[in-house]
């Protein structure tokens, strides 16, 4: 319902607002779903990184018996030992090679025998475990050497490397793995680096073992997380997503209701924002006073003061105009019943009716309680009927008009000449007046056909008894033609304007030759 021409932004709040709640599920749910990827794959990295730790564990609990078992044999000759050497390399699955030294030489290894290489206990973290990147033999290939000593003498043992790579690789295929030796550290490609290892950026766990110096480091890349949010959790998501859309599309629904034209006249009905307005309708002659239509205005918060034809064809067309109307008539009558003393005996109350007011007998209520509020045979109440949206005669609305006529309540045919009602329909409902659509009185003095429609309609008029109000009258030469044709009333912006209450009471006192004088009128509108 566009009451003024300004029209709201295209982004306002209004049209934010859905999209924003439509999102909330989404970013609220992929917050979730997120959290709870994190969590699943510290609980897997955790799970992982002990899993490996065991293994290496078992692996390196194998070269230890195998060394424990040879370290008596230490700097005893070396074809006295060879057979104990390659004994437990036989014996043992994860034991590579065993090999004795003393006084910081290897003299004895079950591979070759006789042999003469330094060793640098120095190498070895905490002297026990040395992660190599190749021997003489296996250049380039990854081992996991062993070391026990006793005094200057000892045994070591060699694990081959590719059962770490079977470790790291086995237990778990999709995440990166590290196995760190003192400053040496391997991934599952098997390759030996020196220095820091890179940390993971999702779940990045280390943990040491107990028992020997090593520690196994876990973790995933970036993109982990949302590999699976789209592999595990496709049907929650297009969940959330069907949420945010029916989220949205109810938020939307839900401010477009807010804001229909009929929530906007009940909350306008609520507040009490229609009024009144007053134009005088004066009678031939004097030109005094005879009466006055009620015109609705809606003084709105935002807007100010409505016009009717804004809002009135909404308020039709939901059925609120008929509240409305009550609404209407209940103010005029308090508006005026307290300044009823201004007011000439039989002065006209013209109140403007739509068909659908006319279904049921409530009417008669309304125009009681409207004649209620004044002194009896001091105003006459006329229900205007544009004859644009004619009333059925059915039994009931002639039923209605009976009981209406019978009350002294007076019926108009507004806008008379711009609908088609016939002469059997006027009789019908006993219509006492019609008022004349400016349209023709705009005419007068210019469109020929126009003017001998009106002329007709005076004549009509007479013939058949009726009341005449001519609308619209703006010129002195409409006002003079018409009374030269005998219109009983006549009504326009030449005479007055409609006015509110205040203006239309302090008018009326203040006009010279208002017939009764205001003795008894209250004080405070004959200021100004
Ligand atoms: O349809 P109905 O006759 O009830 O409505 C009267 C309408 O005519 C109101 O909108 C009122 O403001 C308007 N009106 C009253 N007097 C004049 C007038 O002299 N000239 C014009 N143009 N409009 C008028
Ligand atoms: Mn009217």
Known sequence: MPLSVKRSAL????????????????????????????????????????????????????????????????????????????????????????????????????????????????????????????????????????????????????????????????IAPDEDLQLRVGNAWMGSDGVVHHGQPPAYPVADVTLGSTRYPFSVHGGFTAAKPGELLRSHYPALLSLLLLLGVVAGVVCRWQIRRANSPRAELRRALEADEFLPYFQPVVRKGDYRWAGAEVLMRWNHPHEGLVRPDLFIPYAEHSGQIVEMTRALMLHTAQSLAPYAALLEDGFHIGVNITADHCRDLALINDCQTFLQHFPPGRVRLTLELTERKLIEATPATLELFEKLHEMGVMIALDDFGT??????????????????????????????????????????????????????????????????????????????????????????????????????????????
């Not at 195998?66 to 230490?74: D, S, T």
Request: proline content about 4%; charged content about 20%.
């Open 419 to 528: 609908g088609q009602s016939s002469l059997n329909y006027l009789r019908q409902f006993k219509v006492d007046y019609l008022k004349i659509d400016q349209s023709f009185v705009a005419m007068i003095g210019s469109d020929a056909l126009s003017q001998h429609i009106l002329d007709s309609v005076i004549e009509l008029s007479g013939k058949l008894g009726l009341g005449i109000v001519a609308e619209g009258v703006e010129t002195e030469t409409q006002r003079d033609y018409l009374a030269r044709h005998d219109v009983d009333y006549q009504q326009g912006y030449l005479f007055a304007r409609p006015m509110p209450a205040a203006e239309f009471l302090q008018a009326l006192a203040t006009r010279p030759g208002v017939a009764r004088l205001p003795q008894d009128a209250p004080p405070e509108i004959m200021r100004g």
């Open 11 to 170: 982004w306002s709040w209004r049209a934010l607002l859905p999209w924003a709640i439509g999102v909330v599920p989404l970013v609220f749910g992929l917050v979730v779903m997120n959290w709870q990827i994190e969590r699943e794959l510290r609980a897997s990295s955790q799970a992982t990184t002990r899993q490996v730790v065991e293994q290496v564990e078992r692996i390196l609990d194998n070269l230890a018996q195998a060394a424990q078992a040879l370290l008596p044999l230490a700097g005893r000759p070396c074809e006295e030992a060879q057979l104990a050497l390659r004994g437990e390399v036989t014996r043992n699955a994860f034991v590579r090679s065993t090999n004795l030294f003393q006084h910081d030489t290897l003299y004895c290894t079950s591979l070759f025998g006789d042999f003469d290489e330094p060793v640098d206990a120095s190498d070895y973290t905490d002297g026990t475990l040395w992660l190599m990147d190749g021997n003489s033999v296996t250049p380039g290939h990854a081992l996991l050497v062993y070391r026990t000593s006793s005094g200057d003498r000892g045994a070591i043992s060699t694990a081959d490397g590719d059962h770490l790579v079977t470790a790291l690789r086995l």
